[in-house]
């Protein structure tokens, strides 16, 4: 529909197990080596993320990659079984940190950083790590490796000349979502926000192929296509001063992505909460990150460096979420 279809799929999905493989206690926390809470927070979330570990787990990528030097999914597969297999309390992620100008440019070690970015840089060398050694791969085949078959879904953007009404649609690829709250108080409220029609003036250069002149027009995204973990960013930027929205965005542990569909009809899209990080501190550039996982035991604990506490739902729903982390 509108899609062009892949020439190969890199990864099949059927091979993506959403449920724990096995069942254990918690693994361990993480050394903070100077400012890299805003890594460790990213670091734990991505080895809770049942789908990517159980694949981490089973070494298949490392055993198949010919890969030269730097390589991210190399790098997640040692340190998940180290987090995850080692009797260790604490886990020294020098790895991460030693490569981190492969993953970010603007990756310092010393450095504070953002936690959203990290995982925007993570998920992105994971990837080039899945792609590696897959030359010429066209476009629609690149979003079909185990990072975008777990983390990536489609969004469709419908514009309407507001003139003769002509349609078009064009769709683009996600692996997270980053939400609007400055009017919103929940998740659901930057849900409805974000698929609602936007109108555009004929100023900003919209030409209707129709009317073959600029016009005014309505732009609709809704979520074309679901990933299997729906990565969500609550924009606590307000603006490029680094002053920070504070204020508790209601989040539920059981999220329905239908009503966010191109098509809201059919069966609900349930999702369930399993990761989420936390950002304490008044403005955006200070502060510290912390997190909260649900590990394949099936209980929540607080993960803040090097300490790992078990909590519970009530504690979990109650905090000023950042970053927010559903499977389905």
Same mark, same amino acid.
């Given at each position: ?23 254990q206690r918690p693994g361990a926390g993480l050394c903070n ?50 987090? #995850? @297999?080692?009797? &260790? ?5 020098? $790895?991460?940190?030693?490569? *981190?100008?492969? /993953? ?6 010393d450095m504070a950083g953002d936690a959203y970015e990290f ?42 000349? #507001? @003139?003769?009404? &002509? ?5 683009? $690829?996600?692996?997270?979502? *980053?939400?609007? /709250? ?42 074309h296509h679901v990933p299997k973990v729906f990565t969500v ?96």
């Amino acid at each position: 529909e509108g899609m062009a279809l892949p020439q190969r799929i890199l990864f099949t999905p059927e091979e993506i197990c959403m449920d724990w493989q096995q069942e254990q206690r918690p693994g361990a926390g993480l050394c903070n080596l100077g400012s890299t809470c805003y890594i460790n927070v990213i670091l734990q979330c991505l080895t809770y993320t049942a789908p990517l570990a159980n694949y981490l787990l089973s070494r298949d990528h490392s055993q198949l990659c010919h890969h030269q030097g730097f390589c991210m999914m190399c790098i997640m597969e040692a340190h998940v079984r180290k987090v #995850l @297999r080692s009797s &260790a309390s604490v886990i020294w992620p020098r $790895a991460v940190v030693k490569d *981190l100008k492969f /993953i970010g440019e603007e990756f310092e070690p010393d450095m504070a950083g953002d936690a959203y970015e990290f995982l925007r840089c993570a998920l992105e060398a994971m990837q080039r790590a899945c792609l590696s050694g897959s030359s010429d791969v066209d476009i629609s085949s690149q979003t079909t490796t185990i990072i975008h078959q777990i983390f990536g879904g489609f969004l469709k953007s419908r514009v309407t000349c #507001l @003139r003769c009404e &002509a349609v078009s649609d064009s769709y683009k $690829a996600f692996l997270h979502v *980053l939400l609007d /709250i400055k009017a919103p108080s929940s998740l659901t409220t930057a849900l409805e926000a974000f698929v609602t029609s936007k109108k555009m003036d004929g100023k900003y250069g919209l030409k209707c192929s129709k009317c073959e002149k600029k016009v005014t027009a309505s732009k609709r995204v809704t979520v074309h296509h679901v990933p299997k973990v729906f990565t969500v960013c609550l924009e606590r930027a307000a603006d490029h001063t680094g002053k920070k929205i504070s204020k508790i965005v209601e989040y539920p542990e059981y999220l329905d992505l239908r009503p966010y569909m191109s098509d809201t009809a059919g069966e609900p899209l349930l999702y369930s909460l399993y990761a989420l990080v936390v950002h304490s501190g008044d403005t955006c550039l200070d502060g510290h990150f912390f997190c909260y996982t649900k590990a394949s035991n099936g209980l929540w604990y607080k993960m803040d460096d090097e300490s790992v506490d078990n909590c519970g739902i009530h504690t979990v729903l109650r905090q000023q979420a950042y970053l927010l982390f559903y499977a389905r």
